[in-house]
């Protein structure tokens, strides 16, 4: 019998990296948008992660066929008002190095509880039938006062866990997996997925 498929359909290879580590366990054949030969972007015109992940999972869901996981993420900052929040990937440019430093510039004079940031993900698993589940992850931390470590993708280097004393780019991988918000909605959505491989459904 041929596994069942899952099309990851993200098109940030940092997301990609991570979802293929959490998910390689299953049962399943993890594809991609350009395995499906899938080139178009998906709007993200949502005022939520929650609907910014369905626009993704309906499109690229639509357009393959295939059992689809897709998700939004951002990082959501105090001090600022919750940005850059939703506006994650598009807030300042694509230049994480810059966005990092800005951010830091922004909270200057600034410590502890004060430099309080959010990273949450929602992921919406769409079936080809149209059925659709959604689960969410956050994890807390403050923002670091300089950048630090070479792992993770995006504000990981500025992302610090005070209880770790490391930011998410410092930690292992298998202790980012554990208590990212990525890591955390991968824990959700799991169960769901290993419920459609042995039932069949998948």
């Known amino acids: ?82 940005t850059p929040g939703v506006h994650s990937a598009r807030w300042e440019g694509n230049d994480y190095a810059h966005k990092n430093a800005l951010l830091i510039r922004l909270l200057a004079g600034k410590s502890g509880a004060e430099r309080a940031c959010r990273y949450a993900c929602v992921v919406v698993l769409r079936h080809p039938d149209g059925r659709v589940w959604r689960v969410r992850g956050e994890c807390r931390g403050q923002i670091a006062h300089t950048p630090a470590g070479d792992g993770g993708f995006g504000y990981d280097p500025v992302f ?23 890591g955390r909605a991968a824990g959700r959505i799991r169960p769901i997925l290993r419920q459609l491989i042995e039932s069949g459904a998948a």
């Open 1 to 82: 019998m041929p596994r069942p498929r899952l099309l990851l359909a993200t098109t940030s290879a940092g997301k990609l990296r991570e979802w293929q580590e959490l998910l390689a366990d299953l049962p399943l054949d993890l594809l991609t948008l350009r395995d499906q030969g899938i080139t178009f972007d998906v709007d993200e015109t949502g005022a939520t992660y929650a609907e910014n992940a369905l626009l993704k999972a309906e499109a690229y869901g639509t357009a393959s066929g295939l059992l689809t996981l897709a998700e939004d993420a951002g990082l959501s900052v105090a001090a600022l008002g919750g």
């Open 160 to 182: 610090y866990i005070p209880r770790l004393g490391q930011t998410l780019a410092q930690v292992a991988v298998h202790e980012k997996d554990r208590i990212s918000h990525r």
